[in-house]
């Protein structure tokens, strides 16, 4: 099993939607959680960090984590044709392995 | 302008070749990455490094080999063991990656990466 899970997409939604893209992990240490955006064939781009449980909001995106059930979101308000890419979760804690660990990637479509 | 660069954008590799691909950062970061990316699928680590003169292997470190001579460089040689190196290349960097108790310490940003393929 992987330590971040992360379904794969894609998802396929009319522009002016609610997107909610998620993942769950299984490792307890894990506490900084980021989201970012990875166009085709482009580097991925930070949108959201957060740390521990709660929300954070930043313009149409707000990222949520629920530690308690180790389950993390992104939700992209009024979506765009230029949100269509690959958005990746990635995690970190304070002890264990000192570099992020990725989820796979879902794959979002915005149709105009 | 701060960041990160990677280069070259395109590589080509012959059989039996060693080849290096550059990864510079003007960010002043303490730690450093590299990650492959395949077709479809996530990021996964094949080398980092915390300090100069100090890197760690990753999930996938065979074939490949790394130098942290500088803080702001930090290359990554695929080297001919690597029997299936076709692949897209990340470079990234963040403050630092020691428990701090800082958020954003930990966060990675990332190069336009290069992509790597076999003749």
């Known amino acids: 099993q992987k330590e971040v899970e992360q379904d794969p997409g894609p998802l396929s939604v009319p522009e002016g939607a609610i997107v909610s893209l998620n993942c769950t992990y299984s490792n307890s240490a894990f506490q900084y959680f980021m989201w970012y955006r990875q166009y085709s064939r482009k580097g991925p781009e930070l949108l959201m960090y957060t740390y521990s449980s709660g929300n954070k909001e930043d313009g149409r995106f707000t990222a949520q984590v629920d530690k308690s059930s180790k389950y993390i979101s992104l939700f992209i308000r009024d979506s765009q044709p230029s949100d269509s890419a690959t958005y990746l979760c990635a995690m970190i804690g304070d002890t264990g392995r000192r570099a992020l660990t990725f989820g796979s990637g879902t794959r979002l479509q915005v149709q105009p | 302008d701060g960041g990160i660069t990677q280069s070259p954008k395109y590589l080509f590799r012959k059989e039996g070749q060693n080849v290096t691909l550059s990864c510079e950062q003007n960010?002043?970061?303490?730690?450093m990455y590299w990650y492959r990316q395949d077709p479809g699928q996530g990021l996964r680590l094949i080398y980092y490094?915390?300090?100069?003169?100090?890197?760690q292997k990753g999930d996938i470190a065979e074939g490949y080999s790394v130098s942290r001579e500088k803080k702001e460089s930090f290359p990554l040689t695929v080297t001919s063991a690597q029997k299936n190196p076709t692949a897209f290349y990340l470079c990234?960097?963040?403050?630092?990656?020691?428990?701090?108790?800082?958020?954003?310490?930990?966060?990675?940003?990332f190069g336009p990466g290069t992509r790597l393929l076999v003749l």
């Open positions: 960010l002043n970061h303490d730690a």
């Open positions: 990234a960097s963040s403050i630092s990656s020691r428990p701090s108790g800082v958020p954003g310490v930990k966060t990675q940003y």
């Open positions: 490094s915390q300090i100069v003169n100090d890197f």
